[in-house]
Structures are given as C-alpha cells and as structure tokens.
C-alpha cells in the first residue's frame, strides 16, 4: 500500500519541513479553536473556563515570543516599503495590547458574565492580529522573502518553540517539587 502524502518522506529521504508562514498559520489556528471553546463555555462551567484560558494563555505566549524573536525581525529586515513596516510595527503593539487583557481576564472570576466579556474581547482582538497577519503581512512576506529563507525561518521557529515549551515544563516541574 502506497504512503499517505502527511508521511511520505520529501526527496531528501525526510519530511517535508514547514515553512515559517505555514507554523504561524497553525498556531493561529490551535489559538482560534480554544479561543471558540472558550467562547461557548457558560458561568457554570468555571473549571473549564479556567483550563481552556490556560492553554490560550500557553499558546500566545508561546506564538508571540517566537513570532517577535524570530519571524517579525526576519520580516523587518526584508521589509522594503515604509508600509511593511508598518505592518511590523502595528503587529507589535497588537501583541503588546493582548498581553494587557489577558492579566485582566485571568483576574476575573471565571463564574461571571464579566469573564466572558473579556474573554469576548480577547478573541476580537487576537482574531484581528490573526487576520491581518494572515491577510497582509504573511503574503506580503511570502513576496519579500524566498522559499529557502522561509524554510530556515520555520525551522528555527520550530526549534524556538519546542526550548520555550520545555523550559516552561521545567519551570512547572520545579513548581511543583518545591
């Protein structure tokens, strides 16, 4: 029986790698989903609540520590008009907004009608971080950078993110050993 095209081996006798676009594609995608869960949820389901922020929480943070360590300084640099840039930077600042509500939300009382407000207004905006990014900075980088540079980019977005989510579970680990 053939293999499937998810586990065939690329002609160097590997997986195909992702691209860099493609991981922040995924990442917002895994970020929507819990997003949308999160969403659904009512008062009565607090522990849910507070799990699914959780994740959310991991996860952007995990996104945009790669994507402002690796990706956007990538993109800055092969920026070649002023409104590159400016997609760069406005990135940032929407980066920087998310990290003021999601403190607020986690100090809410996942049981009231005001979490969900909040949570309500995270997804506004991570959802119109996500669609920007995904409407004019990835296509207008997929145009200033070459395949080979995308290649490199994601892998080292892959390998950025699998040292941040393992120094994360050493941080936990140490937590709860103390």
């Known amino acids: 029986m053939p293999a499937s ?30 997003l949308d869960q999160l969403e659904k949820t009512t008062s009565k389901a607090a522990t849910r609540r507070e799990k699914l922020l959780a994740a959310i929480e991991q996860e952007l943070t995990l996104h945009t ?16 008009k002023s ?20 403190p607020e939300l986690k100090d809410t009382d996942p049981g009231t009608d005001r979490f969900a407000a909040k949570a309500k207004v995270l997804k506004d905006l991570v959802e119109h971080h996500a669609g ?16 080979e540079d995308l290649l490199r980019l994601g892998a080292e977005m892959k390998h950025a993110k699998e040292s941040a989510r393992a120094s994360i579970l050493d941080k936990l680990t140490g937590l709860i050993r103390s």
């Open 5 to 34: 095209k998810t586990t065939e081996p690329s002609p160097r006798g590997r997986r195909a790698e992702k691209d860099a676009i493609t991981l922040i594609e995924e990442d917002h995608a895994q970020v929507r989903r819990l």
């Open 65 to 80: 520590r790669i994507e402002e360590d690796v990706f956007y300084p990538a993109f800055f640099d092969a920026c070649r």
């Open 83 to 102: 409104d590159d840039k400016e997609l760069y930077y406005e990135a940032i600042e929407e980066h920087h907004v998310v990290d003021l509500v999601l």
């Open 132 to 147: 920007e990014e995904e409407s004019e900075m990835l296509p207008r980088a997929r145009k200033l950078m070459d395949r």
